[in-house]
């Protein structure tokens, strides 16, 4: 079966303190791990070891990326553990530099990733309501994507060579907030895009 990697990016706040993020994590660990893959799964606000984050990245054949959409992007802290794990990797492990060489210089930027086995997943949770995108008529974000606000998440993937599986997002967690509606998706989402690989199919 697949080896799964589960990084729960979210920052606690006294407004957000980020249990619904750990337990959408918590719960993709208990589905996958009962359905007989191999789960390690890191809480970046509990503390990590950088040696070890880049192991796990190494070892996983698939990685969910769990976090709050803070500000358009990931939390802070989040950031902070890119800065370093990825920082760090990039000594061949995660990556072998930039991807580009003395020999063509200004060719292949970003293609250099080691992890080119790996597919992972984004799960996000935001305060936006889903009708604040894919919807021309609003006017933030004007007809944008998920996966559009999302890309620098997904552009980071892809410089260690990861492959993308679809982005699940819970919104309205804030106003509005469906939680048993959202658990009932995801559960069928990471069924119908993690449950089912087995490692030959890494």
């Not at 944008?144 to 993308?164: C, E, S, T, W, Y």
């Amino acid at each position: 079966m697949s080896k799964i990697f589960i990084l729960n990016g979210a920052q606690p706040y006294p407004f957000a303190p980020g249990a619904l993020n750990a337990a959408f994590a918590q719960r993709a660990n208990d589905a996958l791990e009962g359905a007989g893959h191999t789960l390690r799964l890191t809480t970046i606000a509990e503390g990590y070891d950088v040696e070890a984050e880049i192991a796990n990245h190494q070892w996983a054949d698939r990685i969910l990326l769990q976090f709050p959409v803070n500000w358009m992007g990931v939390p802070w802290s989040f950031k902070k553990y890119m800065d370093e794990v990825y920082t760090a990797g990039m000594d061949g492990r995660l990556c072998h530099g930039d991807g580009r060489s003395q020999e063509a210089p200004k060719a292949n930027y970003g293609m250099g990733g080691a992890l080119s086995g790996t597919r992972y997943m984004i799960s996000a949770t935001l305060n936006a309501p889903r009708a604040a995108f894919d919807t021309p008529s609003e006017p933030f974000f004007a007809g944008a994507r998920i996966d559009d606000l999302l890309r620098p998440v997904h552009l980071n993937a892809k410089f260690f060579g990861m492959a993308p599986l679809p982005t699940f997002a819970a919104h309205d967690v804030m106003k509005n907030p469906e939680i048993a509606q959202d658990f009932a998706r995801f559960d069928a989402h990471i069924a119908e895009h993690f449950g089912a690989l087995t490692h030959a199919e890494a």
